[in-house]
């Protein structure tokens, strides 16, 4: 049978005998919301608390935007949040970057999206910045009890409250995308980032595990609770009012909005409901991240590869289908993730061990994973040299390494997963 399997902008067909075909996962279909704007009027018409107008009434407010690295509406976010804030003496607009690349251009279009809906609500104080960790204007606020500083950007701080639109998603090692990373790491300096993402080395540091997750025995994640300590120091008395969605392809099937942890909990339920699969290992999958932007660059992509490794049994083979149009990382990452990966394996792992650097946790993780597998094959736009530099094997022709599976082992069972980066596989305990 055919199947199409997201790639770049487009889908990748592949062949697959039906007697081959372990499965196809992917995040479950829910029928998105006709008109998306519709709905966060609802929701934000509807909060758990107070409404947003009332809460924002001449306060000093600082909206906190995702980056483009998020296939979100934003346009949609962003103008059903703004005239809610007509009444506030002051709004501060942060495009949450983390450590993630400043001026990209869609980062230049959010901004240009953020300055017309405030023109259009005739907004009569507000300033708009994109968020660079590595800015000199910051604020100490202290440390968590873990150790981590929480060193901020400026403009983030001492406001009256706090406004958080988050796309919500599992993510490989914070547990989900949620209200608390649009703080740490999204107004943080480099130095924050770093000590936080260490914990990434645990592994209780993984997806499913959240201290908002409704489940009390799922709330122990030492690097999500750092980022919920930071969360709170950074707020300090203020009000945080959370706007959270869930999407598909870029289309809303989920909003919610009001008092972060209510909103956080349902949240993860629906995605634990949609989003999380208990598989049998196979010894042959097939992984996309989701196309684009989720599979922009090998740094962004290698998240998809995080959340499905439990569907591959130990020394099997996974084809990894990734454009990676924005080449191997962000520039600042390329010397700790993909650099750091050109080594051999135990030496990645062995130096990473002894002294974390901001993006190491990437290569660490993708070296345990090499070690575990047999092969990572690789389709995608990066050249052979950049992908088996780091371990990899790179195909130009993914329906070949599907044949010579087949030719192999005729019984092999083929698992797909697709949009990788929005689902969470866990491997069954039979």
């Given at each position: ?20 075909l372990a ?5 479950k279909?829910v029928?998105?919301?006709s008109?998306?704007l ?5 929701v934000?018409?509807?909060p758990?608390?107070?409404r947003l ?12 935007v995702?980056?483009?690295?998020r ?10 949040v ?32 953020i300055k017309?809906a405030?023109?259009d ?39 009256d ?24 790491p ?15 080395l ?7 595990l ?29 009000e ?5 969605v ?54 962004h992509?290698q ?17 990894f ?15 700790n ?60 022709d993914p329906q ?31």
């Open positions: 049978m055919e199947i199409a399997i997201t790639y770049g902008d487009g889908r990748l067909k592949l062949k697959i005998p039906e007697e081959n499965g196809i996962i992917q995040p279909q029928a998105p919301k008109n998306t519709a709905e966060l009027e609802r934000l018409d509807n758990h608390g107070p107008s009332d809460l924002t009434r001449s306060k000093s407010v600082c909206v906190l995702e980056d483009h690295t296939d979100e509406p934003h346009w949609d976010l962003i103008t059903s703004v005239p809610r804030l007509r009444d506030a003496s002051k709004v501060q607009f942060i495009v949450t970057t983390g450590s993630h690349e400043v001026n990209h251009p869609n980062n230049l279009e959010i901004v240009e999206m017309r405030a023109q609500s005739h907004l009569r104080d507000y300033d708009v910045i994109i968020h660079d960790c590595h800015a000199p204007d910051m604020v100490d606020l202290g440390k968590t009890s873990r150790g981590t500083p929480v060193i901020i950007n400026k403009v983030a701080a001492e406001h409250v706090y406004v958080s639109l988050s796309d919500m998603k599992a993510h490989y090692f914070a547990g989900y995308s949620n209200v608390v990373k649009n703080f740490l999204g107004v943080c300096a480099f130095v924050s980032i770093e000590a936080n993402h260490a914990m990434a645990d592994p209780r540091s993984t997806f499913g959240h201290p908002f997750h409704p489940d009390e025995k799922r709330r122990e994640n030492p690097l999500a609770e750092d980022m919920k300590e930071a969360m709170e120091i950074i707020a300090g008395n203020a945080i009012f959370l706007l959270a869930i999407t598909n392809s870029g289309k809303l099937v989920w909003a919610d909005a009001g008092q972060i942890e209510s909103v956080t909990a349902g949240a993860i339920e629906i995605l634990d409901e949609t989003s999380s699969f208990t598989v049998t290992p196979q010894e042959r999958i097939i992984v996309s991240p989701g196309g684009y932007p989720q599979d922009k660059s090998l740094y992509a998240r998809a590869i995080e959340l499905t490794k439990n569907a591959v049994s130990r020394g099997g083979e996974i084809l289908l990734a454009e990676c149009r924005d080449g191997v990382a962000p520039e600042s990452a390329i010397e993730f993909y650099n750091k990966l050109t080594a051999p394996l135990d030496k990645v792992i062995g130096s990473i061990s002894n002294q974390y650097h901001l993006y190491e946790h990437k290569a660490y993780k993708f070296a345990e994973l090499l070690k575990a597998v047999s092969k990572i094959w690789m389709y995608t736009e990066l050249d052979t040299r950049t992908v088996e530099a780091v371990h990899l094997k790179k195909t130009k070949a390494v599907v044949d010579r599976w087949i030719a192999e082992n005729p019984n092999v069972r083929i698992l797909v997963l697709d949009k990788g980066n929005k689902i969470a596989v866990y491997a069954d305990s039979n």
